[in-house]
């Protein structure tokens, strides 16, 4: 089972007691997105422009939450004006470029806090609904929450049954060859999917977060976006 584990408080390594972000965490984490969109900006031939393009950034995920572990990652999402990006290309051209850009800046520089790695989606508009911590003004926009020990046995059933589901998922894709050149963007609609899923219930979150994430510590993820079809079914079958 998923097992998904309780603390009295959140990460030391990333917060304060008081469940401040740690300045030094900050720090990082503004270098961080600030290269992204360094990066976002090389591509797109657009000039820089991280005051008024960044609507804020959002840390996520379960390394901001009381059920944190060993393999959680940070999670941070760049909400970016939606008119000075859209205007500029096609919305197909445009989702297809931030999929590139995304997959690009993770492979090339593996970001990281404190040995912690860090993993960056984008989505571009002028309004959103999932909150957590804010690091552009620095609080909560929804505090962590503690469940009991109840809540937790129902979310570690749900994620288990999530887990399988995604697998069964993997291996129908893969078992077409004519996916191949689609791996990316399948990877990348997984990732999104998880970001969406901030937008339900904390409850609902935990478990696809807890699911997607032992995906992505088993090195599927990162496998299927570097070696060949044949390969990751041979790899799948074997997990």
């Given at each position: 089972m998923?097992r998904?584990?309780k603390?009295?408080?959140?990460n030391?390594v ?5 469940n401040s972000l740690?300045?030094?965490?900050a ?6 997105y600030?290269?992204?969109?360094t990066?976002l900006?090389?591509y797109?031939?657009l000039s820089l ?5 960044v609507?804020d ?12 572990d060993k ?10 004006r939606a ?5 500029q ?15 690009f800046f ?7 806090v404190n040995g912690?790695p860090?993993d960056?989606?984008?989505?571009a ?14 609080k ?6 503690k ?6 046995r129902k979310m570690e ?14 291996k129908?894709?893969?078992?077409n ?11 990348h609609?997984l990732?999104?999917r998880r970001v ?11 478990p696809f ?11 599927i ?12 079914k041979?790899?799948?079958m074997?997990?």
């Amino acid at each position: 089972m998923l097992r998904i584990k309780k603390h009295s408080k959140l990460n030391p390594v990333l917060w304060n007691s008081d469940n401040s972000l740690r300045s030094d965490v900050a720090e990082i984490l503004t270098r961080i997105y600030i290269s992204f969109m360094t990066v976002l900006s090389n591509y797109s031939g657009l000039s820089l422009d991280i005051e008024n393009d960044v609507i804020d950034v959002i840390f996520g995920g379960s390394a901001a939450e009381y059920f944190y572990d060993k393999n959680s990652d940070i999670d941070i999402t760049l909400v970016i004006r939606a008119d000075r990006y859209l205007k500029q290309m096609n919305p197909d051209i445009f989702d297809g470029f931030i999929k590139f850009i995304q997959v690009f800046f993770i492979e090339k520089y593996a970001p990281s806090v404190n040995g912690i790695p860090v993993d960056i989606s984008i989505v571009a508009s002028d309004s959103f609904n999932f909150t957590r911590y804010s690091l552009i003004q620095k609080k909560w926009l929804r505090e962590p929450i503690k469940f009991s020990d109840d809540e937790i046995r129902k979310m570690e059933i749900q994620a288990d049954n999530i887990y399988c589901d995604i697998k069964k998922e993997i291996k129908l894709f893969l078992k077409n060859k004519a996916n191949q050149e689609k791996i990316t963007i399948f990877v990348h609609d997984l990732q999104k999917r998880r970001v969406d899923a901030w937008t339900d219930d904390i409850k609902d979150y935990i478990p696809f977060a807890r699911a997607y994430s032992r995906i992505s510590h088993q090195g599927i993820i990162k496998k299927m976006l570097k070696i060949d079809t044949d390969n990751i079914k041979k790899l799948m079958m074997e997990k």
